[in-house]
């Protein structure tokens, strides 16, 4: 069942990626298929899609099926834009909620205190309920940018040594549309 369920996000993001201004998450793609989150699931998709993205870069031959898989001609002199748009992409961009992006930039914004912010800070300054304050430490610490030095429930983290790598690209940023029919994607 998450085979077909990891298959069907792929699907809707690949969809919405070859519209061109449509930079669509997981986390949007889970919620207009009415999938209630899943971090597993989230990571597994993030993964894959960036294995493809590697994998286009590095195989002409993949860089042509993919296009013609998106109906659009394979045209090697859109190599080098493609190469350098990629480059940009790191899992935060489509793997986190625009909420753990936010804990992570304010998390970047305090990392001169004493201790991290506690989850009971994150979640009063950021507005966000306590219990989605320590799923997105997870997010994070999966995703390499915190490193989690106890259970997530107890909130005890520090910056992960190679944090700076997240600061480039799209990073932890993002501009939502929201159209009428609640349909939302990012845009870049």
């Given at each position: 069942?998450?085979?077909k369920?990891?298959?069907?996000?792929?699907?809707?993001l690949l969809?919405?990626?070859s519209?061109g201004?449509r930079?669509?998450?997981?986390?949007?793609?889970m919620q207009?298929?009415g999938l209630?989150?899943?971090?597993?699931?989230r990571?597994?998709?993030?993964?894959?899609?960036?294995a493809?993205?590697?994998?286009a870069?590095?195989?002409?031959e993949?860089r042509?099926a993919?296009?013609?898989?998106?109906?659009?001609p394979?045209?090697e002199?859109?190599l080098?834009?493609f190469r350098?748009?990629?480059?940009?992409?790191?899992?935060?961009?489509?793997f986190?909620t625009?909420?753990?992006?936010?804990?992570a930039?304010?998390?970047?914004?305090?990392?001169e205190s004493e201790?991290?912010p506690s989850?009971a800070n994150l979640?009063?300054a950021?507005?966000?309920p306590?219990p989605e304050?320590?799923m997105g430490?997870r997010?994070?610490?999966?995703l390499g940018?915190?490193?989690?030095?106890?259970?997530?429930?107890?909130?005890?983290?520090t910056?992960a040594?190679?944090?700076e790598?997240?600061l480039?690209?799209?990073g932890f940023?993002f501009?939502?549309?929201?159209?009428?029919v609640?349909e939302?994607?990012?845009?870049p």
């Amino acid at each position: 069942m998450e085979k077909k369920t990891a298959d069907r996000l792929r699907e809707l993001l690949l969809r919405e990626w070859s519209l061109g201004l449509r930079l669509t998450t997981i986390p949007q793609a889970m919620q207009r298929l009415g999938l209630n989150d899943d971090l597993r699931l989230r990571w597994r998709v993030a993964k894959g899609l960036e294995a493809l993205w590697r994998e286009a870069l590095t195989r002409p031959e993949r860089r042509r099926a993919i296009a013609q898989a998106l109906g659009r001609p394979f045209d090697e002199s859109q190599l080098e834009g493609f190469r350098q748009q990629v480059g940009t992409w790191n899992l935060a961009s489509i793997f986190l909620t625009e909420n753990e992006k936010l804990m992570a930039r304010y998390i970047l914004m305090h990392k001169e205190s004493e201790s991290p912010p506690s989850p009971a800070n994150l979640a009063g300054a950021l507005g966000v309920p306590e219990p989605e304050i320590h799923m997105g430490l997870r997010s994070l610490a999966r995703l390499g940018f915190i490193v989690l030095s106890g259970p997530s429930r107890l909130g005890r983290y520090t910056l992960a040594h190679d944090y700076e790598k997240f600061l480039k690209g799209l990073g932890f940023f993002f501009h939502t549309v929201t159209l009428d029919v609640r349909e939302q994607f990012g845009v870049p």
